[in-house]
């Protein structure tokens, strides 16, 4: 089992920053792929950012350029750095892990899942 807990969400004005965590524990999380997604009230679920256990990235075309997804195996965590925010962003923000070692955008290949943290950018 791994459990994800994330944090770093809350209000910013449209242009600025954050910059969420998600905190890991359980089984070896150096072996997992991990991704963000984010969920807007009445939209189905979005790929944010994904990093494998190799450190390879891929971003949705929408926050390409200006969100920056990391990870920190020796603190079991990982972040996402979210610039140029814009109002289109509000949403709950969710970390997951997958064990699968390929990069992928698939929500149905991810094995554990936090319970988000909101991100709402006001205009």
């Known amino acids: 089992q791994v459990q994800l807990v994330e944090s770093g969400g809350g209000l910013v004005q449209a242009g600025g920053s954050l910059r969420l965590s998600c905190a890991a524990s359980?089984?070896?999380?150096?072996?997992?792929?991990m991704g963000w997604f984010r969920q807007a009230p009445g939209k189905e679920r979005e790929f944010v950012a994904t990093i494998n256990y190799i450190g390879r990235t891929y971003y949705a075309d929408s926050v390409k350029g200006r969100f920056a997804i990391s990870r920190d195996n020796a603190k079991n965590t990982l972040y996402l750095q979210m610039n140029s925010l814009k109002p289109e962003d509000t949403s709950v923000y969710v970390c997951?892990?997958?064990?699968?070692?390929?990069?992928?955008?698939?929500?149905?290949?991810?094995?554990?899942w936090g319970q988000g943290t909101q991100v709402t950018v006001s205009s």
């Open positions: 997951a892990a997958t064990s699968l070692f390929i990069v992928t955008t698939n929500s149905r290949d991810y094995d554990y």
């Open positions: 359980g089984r070896t999380f150096s072996r997992y792929g």
